[in-house]
């Protein structure tokens, strides 16, 4: 079992790609020893880790130095960081670490707890950013007893610019985890703290458990409703001004017919939370709550300042903010929702919508609580579930994907 440092710990962080490789760098400057895995081949990001491996650590432009949503042709230098490790290897870069960070897509989560759970150790804090109820997948396969937690969103924002080179353009004031069961939420919180000042129990850093932190990911909203608008915008720059590529923020986010979507979907997401005995904060509340310390503002004014910041793109309707968002996000929402005997009408229109311009199915595909092993549960033992005695339930779950 490692040993809990109480000020600088061993941080293994796994994904190599914008924010894991962003946090990597955070975690290192401030202290931490840092190794850094990649577990996809060929897929992505892969020159960067190359680079990475030969200069045995990373270089970052933080242009949070210069003030939030900064995102300056004036870039700040850039200054390096060694890290511990970097490698393919799981087992040594698990081994002997007190936190393991994964930011990977939530569409592998089942795929990967196959091949890391069993190098979890006891007391370690794991942390799924973002979770979407993943943690329940790598708990199935552990042969140890760690500290599952789920965040909301990434500590920073971020973009790898070049090989072995990340640019962070903002960190969030205050970040929420929830932990896996959610007995276990002071002792990891007591972890958490060390790692980044977002992680702050003083700030109101905590969800009740799993299902709240998933349903508070804001790509949830933004990301679907954001990328559907889009997808007009999308065809009529291909066909007639193919140098020109619309902004999901700038442009789709700017439309009334956006809104008024992003409106019935929180409040429907709203419902669920209610029922899952969860406060129901508006998506725009959570989004000042993460991203400014005076929370006094108007909420739809933070908005449109991180809105105006915001890079073009997506480039095409076939992304991770449809391909991911919607059938791990929306569809978890829908089948909560079911089990909770709630009418979710817009989410469900969505998702049937985003899936038939693809030609895919993702209520077939996404994160229901069937595939969770947890269809057969009432809502009582749903909410005991996460909160105190999830190894029971998972070894009697018979339909677990």
Sequence with gaps: ?????????????????????????????????????????????????????????????????????????EDVEKTFQPLELITRDPEKAIEGANVVMIFIQ???????????????????????IPGYAGSIFYNKYCNNNPIFAEGESTPNDARVVEPGTVKVLFKNVRNTLSFFPAVKTARGMSIATNLFPAYDIDKKSVRKHIFESALHNPNIIVHTVGLYVMYPMLEYCAKHHPDEVPYMYRDALSTDMAWLMIEKLDTEKMAVLSALGCEPTPYLEVCLFRNEEDLTQDPKEVFESYKISSPPGPYSFNNRYVTEDVPMGLVLLSSLAEKLGIKVPECNRLIEMCGGLLGRDFFK???????????????????QFVEVEHNHVMQNADNFT
Excluded: W
């Design 1 to 73: 079992m490692p040993k809990i440092l109480r000020e600088k710990m061993r941080i293994t962080i796994i994904g190599a790609g914008n924010a894991g490789s962003a946090c990597a760098f955070m975690a290192a400057e401030a202290g931490h020893k840092v190794s850094l895995l990649k577990t996809s081949n060929r897929v992505t990001h892969d020159e960067h880790f190359d680079v990475m491996v030969a200069n045995k650590g990373i270089y970052c432009i933080d242009n949070t130095r210069r003030g939030n949503f900064t995102d300056s042709s």
């Design 106 to 128: 939530t569409t592998y989560h089942p795929d990967l707890a196959k091949k890391i759970a069993k190098y979890f150790q006891d007391d370690q804090l794991v942390i799924l």
């Design 365 to 383: 595909e996404g994160r229901t609580l069937t595939a969770l092993g947890l269809g057969d549960l009432s809502k009582d033992e749903l909410l």
